[in-house]
């Protein structure tokens, strides 16, 4: 089976084109294959670009435990690239179908090949969180719960898929925040107020426009990079009064930068999209 390695800052994924070739008969186990940093690929999990009767294309996401998402932000770019660099919608303007629907990409073509997407990621879906105890006066979508002896409060956004954004202090990222997320992260994907488990992020405020965030994503575990856990982000920052509708997440593996518009309520995030090499994988 060909494939292509692409990432998003360095959320990295193992893309097959499923438009011209057949699709893999079980795309949860190939993914857990492919993922393994060892003995596979090395990936955080598996993406097919498919045939779309909606749109130019249809992304499917699987993450490296071979779980299947609704939507993935730095996938979703690479998808776009994909789709205009190998020719199957040589266009600046795209439209992808996903698990929540069909959305909108802006392209940069530089010397023929796409740089970087600007996605309009659609509206927020402020599920709210069936968690026992809310904080007084906040609207569902914040709560406070306790995990595995740790209390945290949480303001959960959807973006199609689920995400729990927690506001840390600066001491949680003097340390190595790599541990803490580790160790936190699992207690929070796997709480029982999110049946469908949960994507965690750890946010640090430095101004109301700028924060720095850590992600353990449902699934794949610390990735560098979470687009649609940036955007959720972006909206818990105005959720809560913290950040403004303009965002410049830092992330390890680089920046995005969100915007939630009032006159839409969509939510756009713009970032990069790098092909890093093709490849064949001895089908199974
Ligand atoms: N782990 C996520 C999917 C990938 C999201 C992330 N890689 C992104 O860029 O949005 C989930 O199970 O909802």
Redo the contacts with the bound molecule.
């Keep these: 089976m060909r494939f292509t390695k692409m990432h998003?800052l360095g959320?990295d994924y193992v893309y097959v084109d499923c438009v011209r070739t057949r699709p893999p008969a079980n795309p949860a186990q190939l993914s857990q294959a492919v993922s393994d940093r060892h003995f596979g690929i090395g990936a955080?999990?598996l993406i097919l670009i498919c045939p779309s009767e909606r749109a130019d294309a249809r992304m499917r996401?699987f993450?490296a435990d071979g779980?299947e998402?609704?939507?993935?932000?730095?996938?979703i770019r690479c998808v776009a690239k994909f789709v205009h660099d190998h020719g199957i919608a040589t266009k600046s303007r795209l439209t992808i179908e996903t698990g929540r629907g069909v959305l909108g990409l802006d392209l940069e073509v530089r010397d023929g090949k796409a740089v970087r997407v600007r996605v309009n990621m659609g509206e927020p879906i402020l599920e709210s969180a069936k968690i026992p105890t809310t904080l007084p006066g906040d609207p569902p979508v914040n709560a406070k719960l306790v995990a595995g002896g740790t209390t945290f409060e949480v303001t959960c956004v959807s973006?199609g898929?689920?995400?729990a954004v927690v506001y840390a202090g600066d001491e949680f990222f003097r340390t190595d925040t790599r541990d803490l997320v580790a160790e936190l992260g699992p207690k929070l994907e796997y709480h029982e107020a999110f049946p469908r488990?949960i994507?965690a992020h750890f946010v640090r405020v430095h101004s109301p426009s700028e924060v720095t965030m850590r992600t353990w994503?449902?699934?794949?575990g610390i990735?560098l990079?979470?687009?649609?856990?940036a955007c959720s982000v972006c909206v818990a920052g105005v959720l809560t009064g913290r950040t403004g509708r303009k965002l410049l997440a830092h992330l390890p593996g680089g920046d995005l930068e969100l915007e939630w518009a009032e006159a839409d309520n969509c939510v756009y995030m713009t970032g990069p999209a790098t092909e890093v090499f093709t490849g064949e994988w001895p089908t199974a």
Excluded: K, L, V
């Design positions: 998003g959320n955080d999990g996401m993450n779980s998402s609704e939507m993935c932000g730095n996938g973006m898929n689920p995400h488990r994507n994503e449902r699934g794949s990735t990079a979470c687009g649609t856990g």
